[in-house]
């Protein structure tokens, strides 16, 4: 079965930038996802089409592409963006969708 | 505003199944999909498939085929999971979204999501 692959944690300082991988072969394909989980809470899209933001999130989340990677980028991390990202995408036929198994950012 | 409610917390035997609704409300209901995505404790997210409220198409994940049904009701705009056959790895917190299509083609987005419903199958 398709697999997404992302890093199981990325840590950085407040205001640095943090970025966040995601790769599978059917990338070049297929439009990715971002979404944000806080503890106990559900996931809410931080980014759609590879690097559409939806409205409401704040201008420093950013999604990039390059063939088989794509990336989320924060900019100016905030302590409050220390959660789990998840990407989002679907197999090469596009029948079946998947998620990465998720990056846990740490804010230090 | 887009909501999604969910039914509330379940307890099921082994072998049994269970029932998940979501009320789906601010939007047509029939102008997008529903998602659903699982989470067992302390794991990441898993699809488990979407139905079409439109027209009642489905596409279920490859490992619940069998097990799982969803269905929705246009007339009170809810979506419904059944899954069958509980096992204690069936154990986690059941999410519907909506499923929103990327123009051209067949994928698409999920947002915004339902609260979700803990479902825990132990003897």
């Known amino acids: 079965s398709y697999e997404l692959t992302q890093p199981p944690s990325v840590s950085v300082s407040p205001g640095q930038t943090a970025r966040i991988t995601c790769s599978g072969d059917?990338?070049?394909?297929?439009?990715a996802y971002w979404y944000q989980q806080k503890p106990g809470q559900a996931p809410v899209l931080v980014i759609y089409?590879?690097?559409e933001r939806p409205s409401g999130i704040p201008e420093r989340f950013s999604g990039s592409s390059s063939g088989t990677t794509v990336t989320l980028t924060i900019s100016g991390v905030q302590a409050e963006d220390e959660a789990d990202y998840y990407c989002?995408?679907?197999?090469?036929?596009?029948?079946?969708?998947?998620f990465g198994g998720g990056t846990k950012l740490t804010v230090l | 505003q887009v909501q999604l409610v969910q039914s509330g917390a379940e307890v099921k035997k082994p072998g049994a199944s269970v029932k998940v609704s979501c009320k789906a409300s601010?939007?047509?209901?029939?102008?997008?999909?529903i998602s659903w995505v699982r989470q067992a404790p302390g794991q990441g997210l898993e699809w488990m498939g979407w139905?079409?409220?439109?027209?009642?198409?489905?596409n279920y994940a490859q490992k619940l085929q069998g097990r799982v049904t969803m269905t929705t009701d246009t007339s009170t705009s809810t979506a419904y999971m059944e899954l069958r056959s509980l096992r204690s790895d069936d154990t986690a917190v059941y999410y519907c979204?909506?499923?929103?299509?990327?123009?051209?083609?067949?994928?698409?987005?999920?947002?915004?999501w339902g609260q979700g419903t803990l479902v825990t199958v132990s003897s």
């Open positions: 979204a909506r499923r929103i299509a990327a123009a051209g083609t067949q994928t698409g987005w999920f947002d915004p």
């Open positions: 601010g939007y047509t209901f029939t102008s997008y999909g």
């Open positions: 139905i079409s409220a439109y027209n009642g198409n489905t």
């Open positions: 989002q995408s679907a197999d090469s036929s596009g029948t079946f969708e998947v």
């Open positions: 089409k590879d690097s």
């Open positions: 059917a990338l070049p394909k297929q439009y």
